[in-house]
């Protein structure tokens, strides 16, 4: 059976607009539930609410309305006890340059409560590597290993639940692979976390579950590869030899459309389960059989950024328009 460790119904949030700016909805009724042990992923561009669903189960920010029960208790009753087994790497790096990588890690397990414990401290930095540079000052260290220190102080006090707010937001590709690695450690230790993010490989390549978030509305949670096969399409155009005035009859009941001036074939079907590799290598045969003369196929399979745009399209929403994520 599956646990669910964080169950979230009907959060709202309203931040009253400062001087004459209007009041800011920045979540909308969101109902979330996360299972113990997964990865999950909250996707969405900038100003979706990611931040402030974190604050909202983590204390920082009050929420307008609806309830937080984390491990079977509501926050609002069991707060200090709750948050106790929860871990929280923020999205603002706030670190004292001048500590060192041991002590800082050691000191944030005391910020709960929790008794000292230098095998338990030793085992985090190992978990991270970081053992090494234990004596190590904050700032001498790369920048790939200040945010593992931010991850090593989120797991001190040995928490349960890990928060990761955009743990790769702006940082270069090697690093995040590096950050992707560290994150599936954790998951092999047991540990559920729950990451946003507004970059969608990083959903993709990270996640379980995949929750799409937009304007404080939470428009889609599924597993990863359900997404995919939902919302998965592929797309293929054939260059024709010579244009085609109209389409074949043998092709009639395919997802197919002349364009271009009946000089491309352009096939757009299928499911992220490779049904539409099938049916474009189907239509090849059957050109081939017709006689129609093509000079190449340009294919390619929808990313869950495709899908991310369409979803938002739906909405109304402006960012489909521009087609990108982050601000
Ligand atoms: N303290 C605040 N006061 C007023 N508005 C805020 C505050 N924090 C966030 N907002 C607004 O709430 C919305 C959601 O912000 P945020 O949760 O930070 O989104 P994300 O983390 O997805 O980028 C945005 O419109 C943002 O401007
Ligand atoms: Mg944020």
Same mark, same amino acid.
């Given at each position: 059976m599956v646990e669910t460790i964080l169950d979230i119904r009907g959060l709202s949030k309203t931040y009253s607009g400062r001087g004459s700016a209007p009041p800011v !909805?920045? @979540?909308?009724n969101v109902d979330l539930q996360i299972r113990k042990g997964e990865i999950f992923a909250l996707l969405g561009p900038n100003g979706a609410g990611k931040t402030t669903l974190i604050g909202a189960v983590c204390g920082m920010v009050r929420p307008t309305g609806g309830t937080v029960m984390a491990f079977g208790h509501d926050m609002a009753r069991d707060w200090r006890r709750m948050r106790a087994r929860i871990g929280l790497v923020p999205q603002e790096l706030s670190i004292?340059?001048?500590?060192k990588v041991h002590r800082a890690v050691a000191y944030s397990r005391g @910020?709960? &409560?929790?008794?000292?414990?230098p095998a338990r401290i030793e085992e985090v930095l190992r978990t991270l590597s970081l053992w090494d540079k234990r004596? $190590?000052? @904050?700032?001498? @260290?790369s920048g790939g290993m200040k945010r593992r220190v931010l991850i090593a102080k989120a797991l001190a006090h040995d928490p349960d639940l890990l928060f990761l707010d955009e743990? !790769? $937001? &702006?940082?270069d590709v090697e690093l995040r692979r590096d950050m992707w690695q560290t994150i599936g450690r954790l998951r092999e230790q047991g540990v559920t976390v729950i990451l946003t993010t507004h970059y969608i490989e990083e959903a993709e390549e990270m996640a379980d579950r995949v929750g799409v978030i937009n304007k404080g509305r939470i428009l889609l949670v599924d597993d990863k590869a359900a997404i995919m096969k939902r919302l998965g399409r592929t797309e293929a155009s054939f260059a024709l030899a010579s244009p085609l005035g109209s389409l074949p009859a043998a092709l009639f009941g395919y997802p197919v459309a002349l364009e271009d001036g009946g000089r491309s074939l352009v096939f757009r079907g299928g499911d992220g389960s490779g049904l539409g590799k099938e049916l474009v290598a189907e239509i090849a045969k059957l050109l081939v059989t017709q006689g129609?003369?093509?000079?190449g196929i340009d294919q390619h399979e929808s990313s869950l950024e495709d899908i991310f745009v369409r979803l938002v399209e739906d909405e109304g929403g402006q960012q489909g328009a521009s087609g990108g994520l982050a601000a």
């Open positions: !909805t920045a @979540l909308d004292d340059m001048f500590d @910020l709960f &409560g929790k008794p000292a414990d004596d $190590a000052q @904050l700032r001498a @260290l743990p !790769t $937001a &702006g940082v129609i003369d093509f000079t």
